[in-house]
């Protein structure tokens, strides 16, 4: 069965502390993607993220990283130098090649983040 | 801009009342998708359309309907059948209904109970 797991319910950091959100997948397709999605207050998800299951290569952007294991079966995501704009939910989502709905998220619980001055 | 536009932002349904969410896209988008945020959980899947005219159920379809008339317009209805509606909903949007497609969302409804 597909499942996404975001174990950390919340998270409060101190402005330019590093935060890392953990993300735990199951799958038992062997194409799959995963994604990270960012909520803000106003309540609109705002995608992050894209990597496909043949994909390892970690990814940087900016303050923003994503470290992908596929032995581990995560999809970690850290914020380095964290500022009070990042405070927000985070989500983790995964996506099926082969679920015969195409396109359907299955979507973690959510990590809120909270980042303090 | 090109985006999603949901409304109203907030909606109050009285018993036996069914109302109606907007859900709007000017991004050319094929597919549509309808997501019910409950506090402290993930969003899942009420309904998605991968084109005009067709629609499919997703996990929690029941209590709720849709149409897809435009390629623009995804509104959905939640009935009287649906006995816990107070939740946040989401609308999202993307190119075509594949796996990799990132969905892009709109601001979200949050519907109350009066």
């Known amino acids: ?117 | 801009d090109g985006g999603i536009t949901q409304s109203p932002k907030y909606l109050f349904r009285k018993e036996g009342q069914n109302v109606t969410l907007s859900c709007e896209q000017n991004l050319n988008h094929d597919a549509m998708y309808w997501y019910r945020q409950d506090p402290g959980q993930g969003l899942r899947l009420i309904y998605y359309s991968q084109i005009v005219n067709d629609f499919q159920k997703g996990d929690i379809a029941e209590g709720y309907s849709v149409s897809r008339e435009k390629k623009e317009s995804f509104p959905l209805t939640v009935t009287s059948a649906q006995k816990n509606p107070t939740a946040f909903y989401l609308c999202a949007s993307s190119t075509f209904r594949a796996p990799n497609q990132p969905q892009h969302f709109g601001d979200g409804t949050r519907l109350s109970i009066l």
């Open chain 1, 1 to 117: 069965a597909q499942k996404v797991t975001q174990a950390q319910t919340e998270i409060s950091v101190v402005e330019k502390e590093d935060v890392t959100l953990d993300c735990v997948y199951e799958t038992r397709d062997t194409t799959y993607y995963l994604f990270w999605y960012k909520q803000p207050p106003s309540g609109e998800l705002v995608f992050l993220i894209r990597r496909n299951s043949f994909d390892e290569q970690n990814e940087i952007s900016g303050r923003y990283s994503w470290n992908f294991q596929k032995s581990t079966s995560s999809f970690n995501f850290t914020i380095t130098a964290s500022q009070v704009v990042d405070s927000a939910v985070y989500f983790c989502a995964l996506s099926e090649a082969l679920d015969n709905q195409g396109g359907k998220l299955i979507f973690g619980q959510g990590t809120e983040l909270s980042v303090k001055p």
